[in-house]
């Protein structure tokens, strides 16, 4: 198994033999009791939660070998990031599939706010969508729409986060709530 990336926060390992991915968690202790007083879910759990539930929307993950509370283990899905296609192609197709994509994860009540071309991955016409464990359906979210909105903003344009924003109908109670408490808290 060779070790792709090590830091404080997690391990990423590579089996060549089996073609399996096997990230490693090593949160902070604020995040540790988060997760045990039932507040976000375990980050192994919680991947293969929202690889369901992406699943059942008809969009591609990478298939879950094994998830525990601290690991999942995830089979190798063949096919470059989002960023290495479009350096390799101008496919004008791209962006506006990738707005639906996401639009279609915020309607669905996922939020997540790592938005860069590295988190997706695309061959034969399909994307794949990476990272899960930093997504959440959870009621405690920390951030409600519009912080969403700021981070597809900060990453992928303002165009991108405006034609989000237009699609994004389905705005949950709890991102309502979220949007009130960044504002009393001077962050909106």
Known sequence: MTCLRKNHKRAVYYDERKKQYTKCFTP????????????????????????NRLNALGLKTPPVITAEKYKIITQEVEAPTLKEYLQ????????????????????????????????????????????????SDSFFTSRGKSGVLYRIEKHLGTHFREEVERRWVNVTLSHKISDIFQKLRGKK
């Open 28 to 51: 902070k202790l604020e995040l540790k009791l988060k997760y045990w007083f039932g507040l976000r879910q375990y980050p192994g759990l919680n991947f293969a939660h929202i690889a």
């Open 88 to 135: 390799e192609t101008k496919d004008p197709t791209i962006e506006p599939r990738l707005i639906e994509l996401v639009a279609t994860i915020l309607n669905s009540g996922i939020v997540f706010f790592d938005f860069h071309y590295e988190n997706f991955l695309y061959k034969d016409n399909e994307f794949c969508v990476l990272d899960l464990e930093g997504y």
